[in-house]
């Protein structure tokens, strides 16, 4: 067993068409070396997909963390984003700074003021993305198949069997920040390297290494919590 | 360190104007075991408690919590509730009773087909919440205070600070149940004995206790997973 | 013909498990008599019954009837509510005293500051209400037959047809009421005596009686638009 860091409290944040249980392996090897990880699910995805609305945006993701933080009394943290996750926990960041270590962004969007993911996202995907909500009653984004993040092998079924459909509020939200995110101390980035197309992650990539963030590109799909996930759990725990 | 059992999965529900923060103690006990530990938050309470609505029914927290057994994909696991809670993990056994591995009932409810909290509760106690609910909209209950609960002095400030209005459907709506959830094979009844006023758990200890459940009464609150958090952890993983 | 009254815009709000309907034989007697009349219908009921849900309460009502009075630029108008009705134009006087004539209650609750349907309701009726949410996932109360109205036995079919389960919330709210609505200067009280049970409205008339409204009992059913429709035009028509 590999020397503990210092015990440090993880609040790790799914993307779209996801769930806290993607988190479960690297929640579990995060614990077996003392930390203390929380993988809130965000609302109307996983297994609180039951509670999806129209009236679902990016806002009320950011009260889904924020709550973790006040209910559970938690200082000191290191707060991860997988994907759109990263638009959640800058907003949250902006919010409650001082109570936070560090930001991991995993092959997250990285925003800033006044955008929206629909913004910074590849146009492409944004129409894409769009022209599906017509059919589910225009207020959430039918699931892309696992296939479309590069989901491994052993994972993919899983991934499809649990996406549900997302709600579109999240993507068209503009979030408005301060500026006060930007005082957090330690910031990280993991990028997938093998998306099979183009991938939104890589320039926030390199503005990352840019800006001399840790940063680090995995051999994997855009799920890299499952694809590698003790690599991930390493890489997360060296912000301890 | 004592001997460790059989590494298990609990599924830990709160009770009414609480959240999943309760259980931390219990949790960290528990995990620092071997075992894997979830500990949900009902819609519309704890961080949650944003979501809030008159939409929010008894089959809306059952839902929550048939959520996380769907999505982390849980066998086997030991189920338990506190308080209110009691009703949701009755509710959940009798739609997944073969996942189950034992029901633990925290000085709980412990209702039969048909009945609503508010059947089983004591007729004062079902009336004093009736009482309240019309000057928040009519559709939640107000949060009585930490002592009407008998909690520690240590943390009642806590459950003072965290508690929040309680969705009054959650209460009212009846239970229907098959009866499956008979087939679970063990049942724990825990029961705080210093409630300071008559006490709706004593004749749901009384009956554990004449059904050959493992029946334990703690001379401590109604919040034994506060007042309690080693002995209530001890006896849960007496299930395991 | 009988000689016109000055033409009048008159709003006819509509009892629990109702709807705008009910008032139709009413509105054409005064349409023909060329007034102006609005016949709205509650969120959650009627026409509107496809939108009930346990988000709805008295506010939701009162602000129905508000709406109508913004978006169709209504002022001097008669004001009038059946039963339940009682409470939605009484929340609305509080609101624009200022654009009504008059109000008038058909067999209708009369409530004061801090005062629910439930608060004052025959307490077996509020009983037997609660009861019922219970099968009906504990946020609607379930619909009672025509019979328990005294109906006339040619709308009885009629009624029970149309009749759907009416939101919780509306009963258990306590109306907030400043005072403001005591300013309207006529008030007029119709109640049917032949309530085939103990009248809940029999001490409402009573009191309009002893302060001196325009107060009127008729030998008909609760349901006086639909038993006495001509009678109740013409009461109505005194206040134009």
Request: aromatic fraction near 8%; charge should be neutral.
């Amino acid at each position: 067993m590999r020397a503990t860091s210092t015990p440090t409290t993880f609040v790790l944040v799914h993307g779209a068409w996801c769930g806290g249980w993607c988190y479960a392996r690297v929640a579990q090897v995060l614990r077996s070396r003392g930390h203390t990880v929380f993988t809130p699910t965000l609302t109307g995805q996983g297994e609180r997909a039951h509670l999806i609305s129209g009236a679902i945006n990016l806002s009320t993701h950011i009260a889904d963390v924020l709550g973790v933080f006040h209910c559970e009394r938690l200082n000191d943290v290191v707060l991860a984003g997988h994907s759109y996750g990263g638009m959640v926990i800058t907003g949250v960041a902006d919010r409650i700074a001082g109570k936070i270590k560090a930001l991991a962004y995993l092959d997250a969007f990285v925003p800033e003021d006044d955008q929206s993911l629909f913004d910074i996202n590849i146009p492409a995907n944004t129409q894409r993305f769009l022209a599906g909500v017509g059919a589910l009653g225009g207020l959430a984004v039918p699931v892309p198949p696992a296939a479309y993040f590069g989901v491994n092998a052993a994972d993919a079924a899983l991934v499809d069997a649990l996406a549900t459909p997302f709600p579109l509020g999240c993507f068209s939200e503009k979030l408005k920040l301060t500026g006060a995110y930007r005082s957090v101390a330690k910031c990280l980035y993991v990028h997938g390297t093998m998306l099979p197309r183009e991938s939104p992650f890589r320039p926030f990539y390199e503005r990352a290494i840019a800006a001399g963030w840790s940063a680090h590109a995995l051999s994997c799909g855009h799920h890299v919590m499952l694809d590698e996930p003790e690599r991930t759990a390493e890489l997360l725990e060296s912000l301890a």
